[in-house]
C-alpha cells in the first residue's frame, strides 16, 4: 500500500503519495490546486492537480470523474496527458500529469512574439484541436492560461474541467469571457467545436497583437465589443438566438459593417489576417474547421497532413447524462483509478518483457 505524506500549500493539505517530493505551489486551474513536483520513479518533475472534495456533491463527483475519463481516452502530442492518478486517504483525487515550464498567457504578458512562434503555437493549438473535435470533444475553456508551453516550444491544451460532447443542449457561461464565442453569449440552446475555434481565433489575434482582442467588462460590453469589429451578426444567426431578453438586447445595438482587419492588424501578413477572418465568423456553421485551418497557406510551413492524427475511437459520453448519488460516483471513479493502474502495470509489464 502507498505511503502518503501531507504538505501545506497556500493553506491547503496536500495528501500526496512518498513518490512525490519538492511540491512548489503553480496555481489554480480549473476546480483543483496544481503543485509542481518530482517523481522519484522517473526522476522527472510532474504536475499535481488536487480535487478538492470531489464527493462532497454529485455535480462535482461528475465533473472529476469526466475530466477522468477525458484524460485516460485524450492521447496526443498536443494535449496534456495523465501520468498517474490516486486517491488520498482523505479521499481528495490527485491528477498528475507532465509539467510544462509555463504557459500562452504568461508568455503574452512578458514579451512580444515573433511570426515564427505565433505560426507555431497556433498550428499546435489547431493540430490538438483537430484530434480533441474527431474524438467528439468540445474543450469550452479555451484560453492562453490552458495552453501550456515548454522551453522548446512544445505546446498541450489542458484543463478539461469544462468539457463537454459535441452538440448538446448546452448551458451559457462556461468560458472566460474574453475568448467566449458568439454562440454562447447568444444563449443558443446547442453549439459544437466551433467555440473552440473561435477561442482560437481570439488566442491567435492575442499572440499578433500582444493584447485581448475583446476585453469585454461583461457579457453586454463582450458582445458589443465584437460588433464594433465585426459587425451586426446577419439575420439567420439572429433568428437563433432563444432567450427573448437577449433577443431584444442584440436588436437594440446600432447597426455595424464589419471591419476589414487588416486595418485593426496592420502588421500581420495578408495570411495571418485571411485565416484569422476565417476563425472569428459570427455563424459558428461558416468558421472554419480545424482540419481546414492547419491547410491554409499561413500554416504551410508546419503542416503535414500525414502527422495530424485523429482519434481512434469517439469518446464515450454515455455517463453525461446520468443523474446519480455521489457514492455511485465514487464506486465509478474509483473503478476507473483500478483500470488505469491496471493498464498502467500490464503496459510496464509488456515493456519490460519485450526489453
Excluded at 471513479?333 to 518483457?353: F, K, P, R, T, W
Amino acid at each position: 500500500m502507498a505511503e502518503f505524506v501531507r504538505a501545506q500549500i497556500f493553506g491547503t493539505t496536500f495528501e500526496i503519495t512518498s513518490r512525490y517530493t519538492d511540491l512548489q505551489p503553480v496555481g489554480m486551474g480549473a476546480f483543483g490546486l496544481v503543485c509542481s513536483a518530482k517523481d522519484q520513479l522517473t526522476n522527472q518533475a510532474v504536475a499535481i492537480k488536487k480535487i478538492m472534495k470531489p464527493f462532497s456533491t454529485p455535480v462535482l463527483s461528475k465533473r472529476t470523474y469526466r475530466e477522468l475519463k477525458l484524460l485516460k481516452h485524450l492521447r496526443h502530442e498536443n494535449v496534456i496527458s495523465l501520468s498517474d492518478i490516486f486517491i488520498s486517504p482523505l479521499e481528495d483525487i490527485y491528477f498528475v500529469t507532465e509539467l510544462l515550464g509555463t504557459d500562452l498567457h504568461r508568455l503574452l504578458t512578458s514579451r512580444p512574439l515573433e511570426k515564427q512562434f505565433i505560426q507555431y503555437f497556433l498550428y499546435q493549438i489547431l493540430r490538438g484541436l483537430k484530434y480533441v473535435h474527431s474524438a467528439g470533444v468540445v474543450h469550452r475553456d479555451l484560453k492562453p492560461s490552458n495552453i501550456l508551453v515548454n522551453e522548446n516550444c512544445d505546446l498541450k491544451i489542458c484543463d478539461f474541467g469544462l468539457a463537454r460532447i459535441q452538440d448538446p443542449q448546452m448551458t451559457g457561461y462556461v468560458s472566460t469571457r474574453y475568448y467566449r464565442a458568439p454562440e454562447i453569449m447568444l444563449t443558443w440552446q446547442k453549439y459544437d467545436v466551433e467555440v473552440d475555434i473561435w477561442s482560437a481565433g481570439c488566442i491567435f489575434a492575442e499572440m499578433l497583437e500582444g493584447k485581448p482582442l475583446f476585453p469585454g467588462k461583461d457579457h453586454v460590453n463582450q458582445f458589443s465589443i465584437i460588433t464594433e469589429l465585426l459587425g451586426t451578426p446577419p439575420d439567420d444567426v439572429i433568428q437563433t438566438i432563444c432567450s427573448e431578453n437577449t433577443l431584444r438586447f442584440v436588436q437594440s445595438l446600432p447597426k455595424r459593417e464589419r471591419q476589414p482587419l487588416a486595418n485593426k492588424f496592420r502588421n500581420a501578413e495578408p495570411a495571418a489576417v485571411d485565416l484569422l477572418e476565417k476563425m472569428l465568423v459570427f455563424d459558428p456553421k461558416k468558421r472554419i474547421r480545424a482540419e481546414e485551418a492547419l491547410a491554409h497557406p499561413y500554416l504551410a510551413p508546419y503542416h503535414d497532413p500525414t502527422d495530424e492524427p485523429v482519434a481512434e475511437e469517439k469518446f464515450d459520453w454515455s455517463f453525461n447524462d446520468a443523474d446519480l448519488p455521489v457514492d455511485t460516483w465514487k464506486i465509478m471513479m474509483y473503478s476507473e483509478i483500478l483500470d488505469y493502474h491496471n493498464v498502467d502495470a500490464q503496459a510496464a509489464q509488456e515493456e519490460n518483457g519485450s526489453s
